[in-house]
Structure formats: C-alpha cells, structure tokens
C-alpha cells in the first residue's frame, strides 16, 4: 500500500471517528437536554397556593355534587311516590390548567404521602396540557434525565376511556423500546403480586368512599390497559387533600389551551356496587 493510500485511510477513519463522536455527543445532549416546555416550580408562593386552592373548590363541588346526587336517589328509594321527577344526578363539567393540577398534587402527595416514596425514583414531577395531549414528566434518577409520557386522551364510541401513549422520551429522544420494555415488565410483575390483596380489601362505603385498595386496583388495572393498548372503564376518582376520594363516570374529555376539561357523572349506589363486584372478580380488566 502507498504512502498516499495510507494516508488517505488515515484521513478517512479520522473523519467517520469524530463523525461518530459527533453523533454521540449530540445524542448524550438530546437525552441530557430539557424540553422546551419543562419548568417545574416556575410558580411564586403565592400563585402556587393560589392554583392549589382553586383546584381544590372545583373538585370539593364535584364531591358536593355527588353529595346531593346521593341524597336524593336515597329519597327517592324511601318515598317513590312522593318523589319529583327531577333526576337524582346531573353531568358535570370542571375544568383545571396544568397550573392548578401541579399545585393541587404537590400539595396531595405530601399530605397522602406519596412523595416520599416516589422521591426514591423520580423528581420534580410535572403535568403538562397541550391541545389533545397530556404530558406527564420529571427526573427519573435511574436514566439520569427528565422522562416523558406523552398521552392522547379520548372516550371511545362505547364509552371507554383511551389513554393512548403518543411518545416516551427521554430528555428530547425517544426512549428505546427496550428501555420501555423494561419498565413495562416492572410495572406488570408489582401489579400483579399486589393486585390478589387489592381485590380482596376493596370496599366502598356507604357514603360512595372507595377505600385506598379499591382505588388501588382501579388505576393499576387501567395502567394496565395503557400499557398493552387497550380501554379502560371510564372511571377515575377525583380526590380531595383530607376527605378521600369520589368516583364518577367520565363522559367526556378534553385537553386544549392548557387545560384539561371533563364531563363527569357522579356513580349511583347501583353502579357502585358494580364497580366493586368488578373489582373483586377481575372483570375489569377486559376494559368492556
């Protein structure tokens, strides 16, 4: 081989090594990279309490709502001829911003303590709402950058509800499917050893109050459904910060203009007592 060759190889794999050091810089830089629209904390005192407050009236009416919705279907049962023919409940409609729902679950998941069990993993959470999509976000100590889910919520021609995962990202790249893989199996094997003891405790109360297992069981078994694409029942629990939780039928979904609007149904006992027999047998997971 000639001098000129030999350099020229040289010159050659010199150019495709700093072109792949290149490369792997600019993806070390993507993953380590925070996203445009990631600004945790980005709240004063005062509007952080503020936001936490208004998050709360909305969901303390929606829990008064089902209050009344409650005492009215038990006075009709108790005098069906005297009762009027207004209906026991009424759809509602709320609406929060993201402002409202990163105040509200700091706030809760300190007062339920939460935080202390996530901050093992996870940092800085944060919600974000862009049109048609919910975004939810924050540091995850393991991969060493801020992790993104980024959801298309719907409720389908059957009335189930859709969350469908658009994007993973890790800073501003894709998370590997392998990386996801990963996860997903973690998630699956605690929910499955865990599920067995939820079904079992679940109970709601005679005030509509699911206890911590029902509730439990209901959000793990629509992670679930996420996961592997699939509906779930169209049921959340709306808490509030000291008085549990109150679970309605969501009719309607919409995410638009940094806000997250939803039309409810507050459960009436019969319902609720589907629910928990539901819960119990595992029906829930079909998503029907």
């Known amino acids: 081989m000639t001098k000129r060759w030999k350099k020229r190889l040289i010159v050659t794999g010199a150019m495709l090594l700093g072109g792949v050091i290149g490369i792997m810089l600019v993806l070390w830089m993507l993953m380590r ?10 709240m004063t005192v005062e509007q952080f309490e503020a936001a936490a407050q208004r998050a709360t009236n909305k969901l303390a009416m929606v829990q008064n709502e089902a209050a009344r919705a409650r ?25 929060f911003t993201d402002d409202e729902l990163n105040a509200f679950f700091d706030k809760w998941s300190v007062f339920q303590g939460l935080k202390n069990s996530y901050e093992k993993y996870l940092s800085d959470p944060y919600i974000v709402l862009q049109d048609g999509r919910v975004i939810l976000a ?15 919520p719907s409720i389908d021609e059957q009335g189930r509800l859709e ?48 206890n911590a297992s029902a509730i439990d069981a209901v959000m793990s078994e629509m992670l679930m459904n996420v996961l592997e694409e699939r509906p779930s029942e169209p049921v959340l629990f709306l808490p509030l910060i000291d008085r549990g939780s109150v679970p309605v039928k969501v009719q309607d979904v919409k995410v638009q203009d940094h806000t997250l609007t939803l039309t409810v149904m507050p459960m009436t006992s019969d319902e609720r007592g589907e629910l928990l027999r539901r819960i119990r047998d595992g029906s829930l997971a079909s998503g029907t």
């Open 71 to 95: 005492a009215v279907e038990n006075a009709q049962r108790r005098h069906p001829s005297t009762s009027t023919s207004k209906p026991a409940r009424d759809p509602i409609t709320v609406s």
């Open 163 to 210: 969350l469908r995962i658009m994007r993973v990202l890790a800073g501003k790249l894709p998370l590997p499917d392998a990386a996801v893989t990963q996860y997903h199996s973690k998630a699956s094997s605690a929910i499955q050893k865990k599920m067995p003891g939820w079904r079992q405790q679940a109970s709601i109360d005679s005030n509509g109050i699911p």
């Open 33 to 42: 990279g925070t996203p445009d629209w990631y600004h945790p904390r980005s």
């Open 138 to 152: 924050g540091r995850v100590k393991e991969l060493g950058a801020i992790a993104s889910i980024h959801f298309e």
